[in-house]
């Protein structure tokens, strides 16, 4: 099975998420992308986040009925901080033995990396799916070949398009009573207006 894991805080989940799942699905040949909303991001420790129970609703809503996309609770219920590593171990434990997972992230995500907890045992239990657009590609992991030896095999590259929408500034959005038609998928929006989420007062 190739399974492709797209984790995040999802505050909320956007159409830019959809798109680079997708964009993952087709260009590797993924038999599902499987969305994993964090618990307790630790790389976010302070900042203020939703209720768990909040994304996770929002992350389900935005999945829908799609035949292609999942959600797991894995990170949801787990108690304390969510580390990738110990994630995708706890997936190669449910998963056929054969499975190979693709785990989807930004440039950004990947220049962090090495400040991740175990990173070597993140590229030893998944592959790396990078959203990149230039030429960055080749001398960032000539970079993190030093920090984290034998990343480059792990890595493939993504062409995918270029959406400029993040969750903080749907959340600046919605604070400012601005539109967010299209930048979210409409049941999430519906969400977001009923539960007065990013609404300050």
């Not at 420790?45 to 959600?71: I, K, N, T, W, Y």
């Not at 070597?120 to 030093?146: F, G, H, M, N, P």
């Not at 398009?161 to 999430?188: E, N």
């Amino acid at each position: 099975m190739r399974l492709g894991i797209l984790g995040g805080t999802f505050d909320p989940p956007h159409v830019g998420h959809l798109i680079l799942a997708e964009e993952a699905r087709q260009a590797l040949e993924l038999e599902q992308v499987l969305f994993v909303p964090a618990g307790a991001p630790w790389r976010k420790a302070g900042r203020e986040l939703s209720p768990r129970e909040d994304r996770l609703a929002m992350v389900q809503l935005a999945v829908g009925d799609s035949l292609h996309f999942a959600v797991s609770i894995l990170e949801i219920e787990r108690e304390g901080p969510s580390y990738t590593a110990e994630t995708l171990a706890a997936l190669h434990q449910q998963l056929p033995a054969d499975s190979e997972i693709f785990f989807i992230v930004g440039q950004d995500s990947l220049a962090d990396l090495p400040n991740w907890r175990q990173p070597q045992r993140i590229i030893s239990l998944a592959r790396l799916a990078v959203a990149v657009r230039t030429d960055w590609a080749s001398a960032q992991a000539d970079a993190l070949e030093k920090e984290v030896p034998g990343i480059s095999q792990r890595l493939v590259w993504l062409d995918t398009p270029r959406i400029d929408i993040s969750s903080t500034a749907v959340r600046d959005r919605v604070r400012q009573g601005l539109s967010i038609r299209d930048w979210v998928p409409p049941a999430v929006e519906e969400y977001i207006r009923q539960n007065k989420l990013y609404v300050e007062g």
